[in-house]
């Protein structure tokens, strides 16, 4: 039996400002049958501060940027709704206010062709 799928954050462990710190609070933090939290050695995205991403089979993903270890349980907050949307698309207005303005990019879902 296949679990079902559930939102994967993939933090920056090298960004130099609290990316090691941030991954580490997440992984304590999240609940494994909601969010998997998994950290990857640079997104080359280092002048946008520590970054993610956020991605799901079938839904969009999402580069995140200017993080720190205190949007830890926000982020959680956002993986959620990300993973009840149906697209992956969770406007401004539906995340924690402190995640407004964090979205660097986004990228379509993959499709199975």
């Known amino acids: ?7 994967v954050l993939h933090i920056c462990q090298t960004c130099a400002s609290g990316g090691e ?52 349980s926000d982020l959680l907050v956002y993986a959620q709704a990300y993973g009840r ?6 406007m401004p207005s539906k995340r924690p206010e402190s995640l407004r303005e964090i979205i660097l990019g986004r990228f379509p879902a993959q499709s199975s062709v």
């Open 1 to 7: 039996m296949t679990a079902d799928p559930k939102p």
């Open 21 to 72: 710190a941030l991954h580490e609070m997440l992984a304590q933090m999240a609940d494994p049958d909601q969010v998997s939290v998994q950290g990857v050695r640079c997104l080359a995205a280092c002048a946008q501060g520590c970054t993610a991403t956020l991605s799901m089979p079938g839904k969009w993903s999402w580069l995140l940027g200017r993080l720190t270890p205190d949007l830890a």
């Open 85 to 90: 949307s149906a697209s992956g698309t969770v």
